[in-house]
């Protein structure tokens, strides 16, 4: 696929995952090739990869003499990260924030746990690095900065814990933290006692003590969802 084909193909793609996420398409709802190649003025060609990708999200399926059907919300892999960043630009966010975020208050605090455990002393100073990160970045509207330590923070503990599918899952939580700054669900600066209670999660998984580790995971997953009640009613 040529440079420009690959162009064409991301945007087809990009705004039909957005509508179907959104509802504008319901499920159900029949996309025909030759209606979307004329509406996008693209050929067939790019209509079938961009189909051929929203068929492996699990968005629709090609039914014989139907054409491209829309799959029932329920049967979408919820997790691809794709999928999640077009759900977090839908009007259904607060929504959504809320479920990836109680999906977050399951899996880190174990996670968290489990890396007092496994976490190599490498993995410790990098755990370390990135809260001091945390903090250096959580005053003067430095969100940008903050999300990148933020991010990496989150995707070393579920590493860490040693545990293949809490590892799977640091695309789903950096797509979470990024919509949420991105659609301006944050503080202008990050609250002082979550910034704190990350640089207290490297000390307990540096030290080993996992009960710890757990514990201060949970109170960072019960700040973010009392943020949401605020910020995204």
Request: proline content about 4%; charged content about 25%.
């Amino acid at each position: 696929m040529t440079t420009q084909a690959q162009g064409l193909h991301a945007q087809v793609l990009d705004t039909l995952g957005r509508a179907i996420t959104a509802g504008e398409y319901p499920p159900g709802s029949v996309l025909r090739g030759d209606e979307l190649a004329q509406r996008f003025d693209v050929s067939r060609t790019v209509i079938r990869e961009a189909i051929r990708v929203l068929e492996s999200m699990q968005l629709v399926e090609s039914r014989r003499r139907v054409g491209v059907t829309v799959r029932a919300t329920e049967q979408w892999n919820v997790y691809d990260p794709q999928v999640i960043r077009w759900r977090l630009a839908g009007s259904d966010r607060p929504r959504q924030l809320r479920s990836l975020t109680v999906l977050r208050s399951a899996v880190e605090p174990v996670a968290a746990g489990l890396a007092a455990h496994h976490a190599t002393p490498e993995q410790c100073a990098a755990l370390t690095e990135q809260a001091l990160g945390m903090v250096a970045t959580s005053r003067g509207r430095q969100l940008e900065g903050y999300l990148v330590h933020d991010v990496a923070f989150h995707r070393i503990v579920l590493n860490a814990s040693g545990n293949e599918m809490f590892a799977r899952l640091g695309d789903v939580v950096a797509e979470v933290l990024t919509g949420r700054t991105h659609h301006q669900v944050m503080f202008e600066d990050p609250d002082p006692a979550a910034v704190t209670l990350h640089v207290q999660v490297a000390e307990a998984v540096r030290e080993r003590d996992a009960e710890r580790a757990e514990r201060l995971t949970r109170e960072i997953a019960v700040g973010a969802l009392k943020e949401l009640d605020v910020l995204a009613p």
